[in-house]
């Protein structure tokens, strides 16, 4: 088998928050060697660890902000999210649900705890991901997919557990996201002793993120919960064994080789681009959410 190595093991650093309703550690881009090259097409992925927000009448989150260039991947694993922007589209995702927005040309929108959860409060944890567009699609329609839990497509494996396709595919089956370059995004849920393989193209930027439990990597190398795993480019497959019952998200992506010129909510590939961003969404062009 050609085994996929582990380059690093990344233990979540110090947490910030982003609005006052996610607590986040930052994996994508602050780590060094996970920087946006590297782990091109991902852009960014901020983590919330399962983190106890006490009820509030006020829901907590972010206010109105710009996207444009790329794509933002919520997965909530505990707690709810509601979102709307300035399209007039929005909604809730629930534990287990991914909302796909596809910013390209630009929308705006706030994300915040569902406002009845909001009063209960509870344990909440979710991803964060943004994928980068190529540059042919950086400026076409915004669009939404909302991915119930209940139809992501899930691969039986028996005793070991099962895997839950978000993107891309796993053993031939094809995941509800549409995603515009090939991306692979998938939760495996392990029983204790349960082990996976998974298969990516050498070249594609991969890793792991361990939502809950305790797994083996490659048969020696040991990731514990809320740690991220980084593989080398190099080799194909990986394989995980779980310590203890274990959710993993999976990630692979192909890169898009194109510049990239980042500032902010705003992804594009030249300075032009970024400032024409920021002109467009100070006239107003990004359109109205109050
Ligand atoms: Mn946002």
């Given at each position: 088998?050609n085994i996929?190595?582990?380059e690093?093991?990344?233990t979540p650093?110090?947490p910030?928050?982003v609005?006052d309703?996610f607590?986040?550690?930052?994996?994508?881009?602050?780590?060094?060697?996970m920087?946006?090259?590297?782990?091109d097409?991902?852009?960014m992925?901020?983590?919330n660890a399962?983190?106890?927000f006490?009820?509030?009448e006020?829901?907590?989150g972010?206010g109105v902000?710009p996207?444009?260039?790329?794509?933002?991947?919520?997965?909530?694993y505990?707690?709810r999210i509601?979102h709307r922007d300035s399209?007039?589209?929005?909604g809730?995702?629930g534990?287990?649900?991914v909302?796909?927005m596809?910013?390209?040309s630009g929308?705006?929108h706030?994300?915040f705890?569902?406002?009845?959860w909001?009063?209960g409060?509870?344990?909440?944890?979710?991803?964060?991901?943004w994928?980068?567009?190529?540059a042919?699609f950086?400026?076409?329609e915004?669009?939404y997919?909302?991915i119930?839990?209940?139809e992501?497509?899930?691969?039986d494996l028996?005793?070991?557990?099962?895997?839950?396709?978000i993107?891309?595919?796993?053993?031939g089956l094809q995941?509800?996201?549409?995603t515009?370059?090939?991306?692979?995004?998938m939760n495996a849920?392990l029983?204790?002793?349960?082990k996976?393989?998974f298969s990516?193209p050498?070249?594609?930027?991969?890793g792991?993120?361990?939502i809950?439990g305790k797994?083996?990597?490659?048969?020696?190398?040991v990731?514990?919960?809320?740690?991220?795993?980084?593989?080398e480019?190099?080799?194909t497959t990986?394989i995980?064994e779980a310590?203890?019952?274990?959710k993993v998200?999976?990630?692979?992506?192909?890169?898009?080789?194109?510049?990239?010129?980042a500032?902010g909510?705003?992804?594009?590939?030249?300075?032009?681009?970024?400032q024409?961003a920021y002109?467009d969404?100070n006239t107003?062009?990004?359109g109205?959410?109050?």
């Amino acid at each position: 088998m050609n085994i996929k190595k582990v380059e690093m093991i990344a233990t979540p650093r110090e947490p910030h928050f982003v609005g006052d309703g996610f607590r986040v550690h930052n994996y994508i881009p602050s780590y060094p060697r996970m920087d946006m090259i590297r782990m091109d097409p991902f852009i960014m992925l901020d983590y919330n660890a399962r983190y106890h927000f006490p009820g509030s009448e006020y829901p907590k989150g972010v206010g109105v902000h710009p996207h444009r260039g790329f794509e933002t991947v919520t997965i909530a694993y505990k707690g709810r999210i509601e979102h709307r922007d300035s399209g007039g589209g929005g909604g809730i995702i629930g534990e287990g649900d991914v909302q796909w927005m596809t910013a390209a040309s630009g929308v705006l929108h706030k994300e915040f705890h569902e406002a009845e959860w909001s009063k209960g409060g509870g344990d909440f944890q979710m991803v964060q991901l943004w994928v980068n567009l190529p540059a042919k699609f950086k400026m076409t329609e915004p669009k939404y997919q909302a991915i119930s839990h209940t139809e992501m497509v899930t691969a039986d494996l028996g005793s070991n557990g099962l895997v839950e396709v978000i993107a891309g595919s796993f053993r031939g089956l094809q995941g509800p996201a549409n995603t515009f370059t090939p991306v692979h995004l998938m939760n495996a849920m392990l029983r204790p002793g349960g082990k996976v393989d998974f298969s990516f193209p050498e070249n594609f930027a991969t890793g792991a993120l361990i939502i809950e439990g305790k797994v083996k990597v490659n048969g020696s190398e040991v990731a514990d919960i809320d740690q991220f795993v980084l593989f080398e480019k190099t080799g194909t497959t990986l394989i995980l064994e779980a310590m203890a019952e274990s959710k993993v998200l999976i990630l692979s992506g192909e890169p898009l080789l194109e510049p990239i010129a980042a500032h902010g909510p705003f992804v594009m590939n030249t300075r032009e681009e970024l400032q024409k961003a920021y002109m467009d969404f100070n006239t107003g062009k990004f359109g109205y959410l109050e």
